[in-house]
């Protein structure tokens, strides 16, 4: 009686995160579309106005926000293909949050006509560059333990290979 009680709610726990995943896959397309657009939107605006510099680095920005949703498509699509989300998804994300705000924040501080003090704070770009080198080096460190994993996996037979040598 216990086992059914439990082999249903499993049942009715893992429809419902289906139905999360796949409301999860819909949003993300929906962000990606609005990106998307949003990065369009700026190219134009910066023809309209004439300053395609700044245009530029406003839609790299975006662009960076696009890449982010791409990771995220990715990694959506292969847990649902395998059931296996892999942490370096999350590592990879706060690796391109860091580098867009390296990139777009000193356009923005320039362009809002701030003074030079906050263009070029170095504890606040120290702290940033900082944060990278240290994601970067916990990066490294999943993906080569990953790659270890993988390939001992792959090298060492299965017990069914091993059975079928015998």
């Known amino acids: 009686m216990i086992a ?26 929906l962000a990606s579309m609005m990106v998307l657009w949003e990065f369009f939107m700026a190219v134009v605006h ?21 890449w982010t949703l791409s990771s995220l498509i990715s990694a959506e699509i292969n847990y649902v293909q395998t059931g296996v989300f892999h942490v370096v998804v999350f590592i990879e994300v706060a690796m391109i949050t860091l580098l867009r705000q390296l990139i777009v924040e000193p356009v923005r501080t320039a362009t809002a ?6 263009l070029t704070n170095p504890w606040h770009y120290a702290l940033l560059l900082a944060s990278l080198l240290v994601i970067g080096i916990l990066h ?6 990953e790659k270890k994993g993988s390939d001992h996996e792959s090298s060492s037979p299965n017990l069914s290979d091993h059975k079928k040598m015998l």
Do not use: M, P, W
Request: charge should be negative; hydrophobic fraction near 55%; charged fraction near 10%.
């Open 46 to 66: 910066s023809f309209e106005i004439n300053n395609l510099a700044h245009g530029f680095l406003q839609a790299l920005g975006t662009l960076f926000i696009v």
């Open 140 to 145: 490294k460190l999943v993906t080569s333990s």
């Open 113 to 118: 006509g701030q003074n030079i003090e906050q």
């Open 4 to 29: 059914s009680f439990e082999d249903r709610l499993l049942s009715a726990l893992r429809a419902f995160n289906h139905i999360l995943h796949a409301f999860l896959a819909v949003a993300l397309v």
